[in-house]
């Protein structure tokens, strides 16, 4: 299957992440996300780590007000493509936006309670192949 690199939104921000693009709704959030310039995107495989998903990915926003757009944008584009209506939580405040895509997770944070979860860490993602 090809292989292609993922670079971060904002530039030296995250190393780049190589991503297998042959699972669609994968490939759907990467470029929803990219469209509506999300930032420092990471997507962790999730394989042997967790049976919740298939991919967790995660990205930043500039304001609560772009990680609403991008989690009520990411939804509609889910639904539109034939993948179901995706459980949005979070989203009234809007500090941390999760999107449960079936087999792949979205976290969407504002950068600072980014930085404070740490999800990045807690799931092991160890540079640009994003496995521990």
Request: charged share 20%; net charge negative.
């Amino acid at each position: 299957m090809p292989q292609a690199q993922i670079q971060p939104a904002q530039t030296g921000a995250t190393p780049p992440t190589t991503i297998d693009h042959g699972d669609p709704v994968l490939a759907l959030v990467l470029q929803s996300l990219d469209d509506d310039q999300a930032q420092e995107l990471v997507t962790i495989d999730l394989d042997g780590k967790s049976s919740i998903g298939d991919y967790m990915v995660i990205a930043s926003g500039r304001s609560t007000r772009q990680v609403a757009a991008m989690a009520q944008k990411l939804g509609e584009r889910l639904k539109q493509a034939g993948f179901g209506n995706p459980r949005i939580e979070g989203l009234p405040a809007a500090d941390w936006v999760l999107v449960d895509a079936g087999g792949v997770i979205v976290h969407l944070f504002r950068p600072e309670v980014r930085t404070f979860y740490n999800l990045e860490r807690m799931w092991g993602f160890d540079g640009p192949s994003g496995a521990a």
